[in-house]
């Protein structure tokens, strides 16, 4: 079973003062980081969508095995960069998408590989930290019209996901799921 990666990078980063794809730690940019840990973990293909900043995003990182997207619609949410980076993966032959926000660092490529173990066209599983879930989402292929359906805002699949069976998968044993909103969340991942 195949795994396509899904990078959502789009956002504006109101809350943290600029785009959280631009945010330089440990020597990479959040984008190049996390676009690494799908392509790590044999996700194929990697989709990374990009929106606020997208030119500034194209200059400055080194994303050469990923498929870039814009999303022309990226300031109305999370929900329309989901549906760009489905309808790209709906031209693959994978059998699910593996879902990652770009400003959760702390998701390693164990994580993912243990997400995309479960890679099936039925499959809807996504990590959970210390039973509470997070990232990275799995979708399956038979799922994906649904998630379409009712992507709006920056809700993303949250809607879909909450109305059905979603499979959790114990992650905080080799990963992090904390999101980066604000300047001061960063400085955890400098400790």
């Given at each position: 079973m195949s795994t396509a990666g899904v990078l959502l990078?789009?956002?504006?980063g109101r809350r943290f003062g600029s785009p959280k794809a631009l945010i330089r730690h440990s020597g990479a940019l959040f984008v190049e980081t996390a676009t690494e840990t799908l392509r790590r973990a044999g996700c194929?293909?990697?989709?990374?969508?990009?929106g606020?900043?997208?030119?500034?995003?194209?200059?400055?990182?080194?994303?050469p095995h990923a498929l870039v997207l814009?999303?022309?619609?990226?300031?109305?949410?999370?929900?329309?960069?989901?549906?760009v980076a489905l309808a790209a993966a709906a031209d693959t032959t994978a059998d699910a998408v593996l879902v990652l926000p770009v400003d959760t660092p702390g998701v390693t490529t164990?994580?993912?590989?243990?997400?995309?173990?479960?890679?099936?066209p039925d499959a809807l599983a996504r990590a959970s930290f210390h039973?509470?879930?997070?990232h990275p989402v799995l979708i399956g292929r038979d799922h994906w019209a649904g998630v379409l359906a009712t992507s709006t805002?920056?809700?993303?699949?949250r809607d879909y996901l909450r109305a059905h069976a979603v499979r959790l998968v114990p992650c905080e044993?080799?990963?992090d799921g904390a999101d980066v909103d604000r300047p001061e969340d960063l400085a955890r991942w400098s400790e």
């Open positions: 990078a789009a956002g504006a194929s293909p990697v989709v990374v969508v990009l606020a900043s997208a030119a500034e995003v194209r200059e400055r990182a080194r994303l814009d999303n022309p619609d990226w300031a109305t949410g999370m929900g329309s960069s989901l549906r164990e994580a993912v590989l243990r997400l995309s173990a479960l890679a099936t039973g509470e879930p997070g805002g920056d809700a993303g699949a044993d080799v990963a």
